[in-house]
C-alpha cells in the first residue's frame, strides 16, 4: 500500500496535507496521532470513502481513485464509528457483511463461526448488537472487517475506550493475523500500543508526518522528554534544584514545578533527599511520559 501526497482540505483546515508513506507486503504499519491530528481522514481517503483533493493511494497496485471498487474488495475495515446494525444479531450483522463481498453462504457461516469463537463471542452471537458492551461491539467489528478474508487490515483506534480484556483479544487478534500475512494499518493515539505491536510506526500531526520510524527508534529520540512533577508544601526557589543531576530543564507550572529528564527513577530518588534535607513535604509527585505534541515538536524542530 502506496499513498502518494494524500490531501484533503475541509475549509480553511487542512485535515491531509500531502503525506507520502509506503506500506509492505505483511507489515504491521502504525499512525500515531493525537486527536485531530487527520488519522480518521486519511483511513476515509484509503478506504473510498471520501476523495482526496489531491494524491492518491495504491491498495494491491489498485488506484483509490481509479479501481476504487477492487481496492476495496481486497480490504478489510474497522472504521472509527459503529457500522453494525444494533437491532439485529451478531450473527446476522456477519451475515449481511458476508453478502455485501459476494461471499458464498458455505464459507461465510464457516468464517462467521470461526471469528466469533476467536473473538469471544460465539456464546453472544444470537443476540442483538444493542445489548452488547463497547468492546463486544468492538470485536463484532473486527470479525465484520475479516469476513471477506481481507490481505490489508485497515483499523481507526480500534482499542480506544475498551476495557482491558477486550482490548487485549483485539491486540492478540491483531497479532496472529500479522504472522498469517496480513498488511496491517492501524491508527492509535497509545505510544505503548503503537510500539508494542507495530514493525513501523508514522507520526502525524495537523495532517503531516513528521516520522516514520521503527517503534524502538522513536523511543529514544524521545528519551529526554519524559518529566517529573512535583509539589512541595511550601514555595522553593527553582534555581536551588540546580544541584540535582539528570536535569535537562526545570520550569515552574502553577504551584507545580516540572523537571525534565533523562531518568525519572534516579531523579525521584534524588529528590527525596532533597526535601528531606530541608524539611519539605512532598505533596504531589507524577512521572509524566511525552505527549504525542511533545515528540512531534521534538521530531520536527529545526526541519
Ligand atoms: N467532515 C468534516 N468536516 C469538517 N472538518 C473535518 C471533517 N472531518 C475532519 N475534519 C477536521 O479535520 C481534522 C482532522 O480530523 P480527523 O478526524 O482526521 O482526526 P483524527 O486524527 O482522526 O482525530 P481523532 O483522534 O480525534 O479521531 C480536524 O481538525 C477535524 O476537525
Ligand atoms: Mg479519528
Request: aromatic share 6%.
Amino acid at each position: 500500500m502506496e499513498a502518494t501526497d494524500l490531501t484533503k482540505r475541509y475549509g480553511s483546515i487542512m485535515a491531509v496535507d500531502h503525506i507520502s508513506f509506503r506500506v509492505e507486503h505483511g507489515e504491521f504499519f502504525g499512525f500515531l496521532g493525537p486527536n485531530g491530528a487527520g488519522k480518521t481522514t486519511t483511513i476515509r481517503m484509503l478506504t473510498g470513502v471520501i476523495k482526496p483533493d489531491f494524491g492518491t493511494a495504491h491498495i494491491m497496485g489498485y488506484d483509490i481513485r481509479k479501481e476504487s471498487l477492487r481496492a476495496k474488495q481486497v480490504l478489510g475495515i474497522l472504521p472509527e464509528m459503529a457500522n453494525a446494525y444494533v437491532d439485529l444479531t451478531a450473527w446476522q450483522n456477519l451475515m449481511f457483511q458476508s453478502e455485501l463481498y459476494g461471499v458464498s453462504k458455505k464459507a461465510r457461516e464457516k468464517r462467521a463461526v470461526e471469528l466469533l469463537r476467536k473473538l469471544g463471542l460465539y456464546d453472544r452471537k444470537d443476540q442483538a448488537v444493542k445489548g452488547f458492551s463497547k468492546g463486544m461491539k468492538q470485536r463484532l467489528l473486527l470479525c465484520m472487517a475479516l469476513v471477506n478474508d481481507p490481505r490489508i487490515l485497515v483499523l481507526d483506534e480500534p482499542t480506544t475506550g475498551l476495557d482491558v480484556q477486550s482490548a487485549r483479544l483485539i491486540r492478540e487478534m491483531l497479532q496472529h493475523l500479522a504472522r498469517t500475512g496480513v498488511t496491517i494499518f492501524l491508527t492509535t493515539h497509545n505510544m505503548e500500543e503503537a510500539s508494542q505491536l507495530c514493525d513501523r510506526v508514522a507520526i502525524i500531526n495537523n495532517g503531516r508526518i513528521a516520522a516514520v520510524d521503527r517503534p524502538e527508534k522513536l523511543r529514544a529520540a524521545t528519551k529526554e522528554l519524559e518529566s517529573i512533577e512535583i509539589a512541595f508544601d511550601r514555595p522553593i526557589e527553582i534555581g536551588s534544584l540546580s544541584g540535582l543531576s539528570n536535569v535537562i530543564d526545570a520550569k515552574k507550572m502553577g504551584d507545580k514545578i516540572r523537571l525534565y529528564t533523562t531518568d525519572p527513577d534516579d531523579l525521584i530518588h534524588q529528590i527525596v533527599g532533597y526535601a528531606k534535607a530541608r524539611e519539605l513535604k512532598i505533596v504531589a509527585l507524577n512521572v509524566l511520559a511525552p505527549s504525542l505534541e511533545d515528540i512531534f515538536i521534538k521530531l520536527t524542530e529545526g526541519k
